[in-house]
Each structure stands twice: as C-alpha cells, then as structure tokens.
C-alpha cells in the first residue's frame, strides 16, 4: 500500500487509515481481529481519539501497537476533549481546548496508549455542527487565544509531526483557515458521491495552502454501502427521499457500468491530490476485507464520466 506526504511536513501516511471509533463498542477479542486484519491488510495509519469509549478506542489502540514496531506505523488522535471521573469513576467528557487543556489531553493519551509520541494532533469537533454556535464560540475562542499555541509547541518539541482538525463541516475548516496553518484536516462525510461541500472552496484553498485532507466518511454513516434501502442512513440520520432517489440514480450507473457502489464510494476520492489518505471505521474483519477488494475494484474512467454527464457527481480526473 502506498504512502503519500501529508502537507509540508517530512510525514507520509498510508493511502488507507483505521478509524478507532469502531472499536469502543464490541468486544476485547473483537476489537484485536479487526485491528490484526487492518494491518495484515497493509494499513499502517490508525486514527483514535479520547472521545470514542470514552477512552476504550486508545487503549485498545495502544494495546495492539505496542506489539508492532513503532517506525512501520504512523498514528494520529485528537485534544479537545478531557476525560473525568464522575462520583462513581466513570468517565466524562469535558471540553478544553485552552493550552493547559491541550497539553493534559496529550498527555493523558499517551499515557492510556502506552506510546511516547503522536504522529499527527487533530482538534476535534471544534465548530457549531457539534455544540451549536453559542456554545462553539466559546471554544473557538479558547482554541485560538491559546489551544493553537499548545498544538504549535508540541509540534515543535518533537511530540507530533502534523497538526490539524478533526471535524464535519465545512465552514469551519474555513475559518480556523482564516486565523492559522494546518498541516492536514480530518474530514468527515463531505466531500462523497452525494454531498460534494468540500469541493468548490475548501479543496482549491488546501491546495493552496499546502493543508492534507485525511478523508472520512465515505459512505456518508451507511447509504454509500447498502444502498438505497429502507432505513438506509445519511449522516447518522435516516436519509430523506431526494437523497434516496440520488442514491437510487447513483445505484442505476453502477449497474450499468457494473461497479459496486460501495467501490465507487471508496474511489471517489482515490488518488485526489490534496488526500492521501482516506478513513475506513468498521469493527468486523469481513467489512474491511470487502473494503479492501472494494478500494481495489476495477473502475473505467467512462464510469466517472457518465456520473457527471447525469449531473450525479464530478470526478477530480475529469478536469485534468
């Protein structure tokens, strides 16, 4: 599998990355077969985050690549969110995205992990999407008057090789744009076959700038991958009918064509400048084995062509 550069760093990661947020909800035993079958597979990229468990996703994470060598993966998780005790000893999560908060989070998941060091920092869940904008501007705030500075240190000392942001929207890629440099954004879900948002500013501004895009959520939490059936989900939602009906026309040129639309999902953004890596977040061994022939699957370039021909979706390649 390949390994591309991540912005202007000296990093490179793998073209296909683990989301650990799978993992927080099945079993010990479960969560170690998919991780095993991940990395037999050949990806050497896994990405985590306080927030999935809260804590299990790290510490299975970090149970796993204890045992492998540590220059043949690289790893990425997430500050933003510090984890609590309650009266009773379980874990809360408490937002902080000040220095201090930042600082204590890293160090907290190294110390769940049992690693020394992150290859890539992301801020997670900064922007209205997730806390509403009274409460996001607040964060925001605190992010930019002294959390950034925090990402920038640990940067510098060594700690990490990549600093960015882990987030589902657009607009606020945008404006963390505006204020500082990142090196990569974790972005889920919009830039797939049906919901294109990231292509018109967000993709020529992170060419510009030099920022990667590790891409997540390409089945967009479920339609992409089962297709247009009753109850089939987008963005965690039960997807309304003109989003079913894209998807039905979507299923309608892969028959054509006889692509699978789940390979035709996974390709979308294969190869695109600007992503070297895209997310793949399942706990079942089989799934990812299907992802794998899926991300491999043979698709002719007149496939791409006749999806914006119906005004469905535009392939990158199209414009070269």
């Known amino acids: 599998m390949r390994f591309r550069q991540v912005g202007k760093t000296d990093l490179e990661i793998c073209e296909l990355a683990f989301g650990g947020a799978s993992i927080e909800t099945v079993s010990e035993a479960g969560a170690q077969a998919v991780l095993e079958a991940a990395w037999t597979g050949g990806i050497r990229h896994f990405d985590t985050a306080p927030h999935y468990g809260p804590g299990i996703s790290e510490v299975r994470m970090g149970r796993f690549l204890s045992g492998k060598p540590r220059h043949e993966f690289t790893l990425s998780t997430k500050v933003g969110r510090l984890l609590v005790p309650d009266a009773t000893g379980a874990l809360q999560r408490r937002l902080d995205y000040t220095h201090d908060g930042i600082m204590r989070s890293v160090e907290e998941s190294r110390q769940r992990m049992g690693l020394d060091r992150f290859d890539i920092l992301l801020v997670h869940d900064i922007g209205p999407e997730t806390y509403g904008a009274n409460n996001e501007r607040s964060h925001f705030i605190d992010l930019m008057k002294s959390g ?71 089945f967009n939490t479920g339609i992409l991958a089962t297709g247009a059936v009753p109850g089939a989900l987008f963005q965690y939602r039960p997807a309304d009918e003109a989003m079913l009906e894209k998807t039905r026309q979507l299923q309608a040129v892969c028959v054509e064509y006889g692509v699978p639309l789940p390979a035709a999902a996974l390709q979308f953004a294969k190869d695109h400048p600007t992503i070297p890596s895209l997310l793949v977040a399942t706990a079942s061994p089989d799934q990812l084995a299907a992802n794998f022939a899926n991300y491999e699957y043979p698709i002719p370039f007149e496939f791409w062509a006749r999806l914006a021909e119906c005004g469905l979706a535009r392939h990158y390649s199209l414009d070269k």
């Open 148 to 218: 950034w500075k925090a990402m920038e240190q640990l940067r510098s000392e060594g700690a990490c090789a990549a600093i960015g942001i882990g987030v589902n929207g657009v607009d606020i890629c945008l404006r963390v744009m505006e204020q500082v440099a990142l090196d990569i954004i974790l972005l889920a879900g919009r830039y797939t076959l049906l919901d294109p948002q990231a292509e018109p500013e967000l993709l020529p501004l992170c060419a510009e700038r030099s920022t990667s895009i590790l891409l997540g959520g390409v």
